[in-house]
């Protein structure tokens, strides 16, 4: 994560969410959230289908804008100053694919120039060798298989050395293996740098294994908030998952007549 | 605004550029085919009416201008669209990036592939069929100047339509210059238009640049005022284009058009 000088206080918190909400003509996406995440932190945005996490991302992401509510990423109100605070963020989705018509080094280099990286060449290399693409350099984006593009989705997140990094399922296409390799990497960044992730998934062992916090998302409302080893238990449930489904399945009893 | 991320912009589309002909071969190939035959067409017509009007000045010029709007307005909407078809708006609104900034790469794009263009018709046009720029005097910069400004305002405000509307609408980005034509007046007199017709030519800038090419090749008085008008509708335009493409980018971020716009469908 970043190691230039952060805005916030230290103990601040990396991500700043209060109660937001988007609302449609017809229908309640995300309903009054807040929730903060802080540095060194992996928080996991749980929930079913429609719940809100890809909304909520979304606004985080700056592509989105609430009908109320505040962001603020490291202290810095990304409604104000977008540009300013987008400039800490970066994110990956398995339904973001870079451009398949660019190499794996023209777009990161494109990239890298929308995000001001200092030193971008040498940054690209490290990112080549950190997601093992060195060899697929050179290679058009759109014949790569979809863990490959993943692949290179996270080089570019990992670009400007985000001090939030807003990630979307991003193992939901790669074989268990580099799905392990993955979620190492991702716990690496989170320990030894600066900056705290936001993690979506419907992998509840993944979850377990990396999140040192969880969020569960219903109906644009947070339902739950703890320790996703503690939280079962707590529940009286036997697994994380087990609870997710208690949880994915309650707000409908309650909203059934 | 950030040069840097401007440069971003330009650089991928000279990537695409670099990476697959493709792209390059609507810059080359259908100004070519414009210019060889309607270098044809002038030729024939100065034949079979000598002593009449210098039809290589007036039809072939009129024919290379309007060839160059239609590539500096095609350069703008062919650099958006390329993000729409890549999906990529995700990606690149994501980033810093500012709408300002976006469309300032996408406006150094089309300069950049429209002279190029310019060039190869030049080189058809005078080499091969004898065309002379020079003819035109110092107006020729001018005209040139016009045509490209009302281009990029006309290429901003396709992709604002093309954003809002989804992808979908793209076809309606390609006929607009062939829409514009018959009211710009490129190969007639603006008084052989009706008169509703003629309100709407005083709208469009290339109608002053065309009347004053042919005043020009007429050995008629150029006014230019006239075409210094043009040039003020021209700016007054892409200002508006500008505000509109804004006001569209804005309506997108708040419906979730832009977030969702893979999904193509009309909002």
Redesign the interface.
Known sequence: MSTSPAIAAPGAPILSVRDLSKRYAAATAVDGVSFQVQRNEIVGLLGPNGAGKTTTLNMIMGVLEPSSGSIAIEGIDLARERARALARTNFAAVYAPLPGNLTVVQNLTWFGLLYAVDRLRARIEAMLERFDLVRLRDTKCGVLSSGEQTRVCLAKAMLNEPTLLLLDEPTASLDPATAQDLRRTIRAIAAHGSGGILWTSHNMYEVEEVCDRVLFLSRGRILLEGDPRTLPLEHGVDSLEALFIALAREPLRAGAP | M?L??V???V??QY??MR??PTPLVPLFAWAAIDIVLWGFIARYLNDVASGGPNFTMTLLGAVLLWDFFTRVMHGISTAFL?DVW?????????????VAEYVAGLVVTSIATSLIGLAVMLVLATGVFGLSFFAYGAAAVPFVLVLFLFGIALGIFASALVLRLGPVSEWLVWPIPALLSPFAAVFYPLTVLPPWMQWIAHLLPPSYVFEGMRAIVAGQAFSWYSLLWGFGIALVQIALAQYAFVRVF?AT??S?L??RY?AESVA
């Open positions: 950030s840097r991320r440069g971003a912009i650089l991928r990537y695409l990476t697959s390329e890549s999906r990529n708006f995700l990606n690149v609104f994501a980033t810093p990036l500012t804005r971020v708040r979730g832009l977030a893979s």
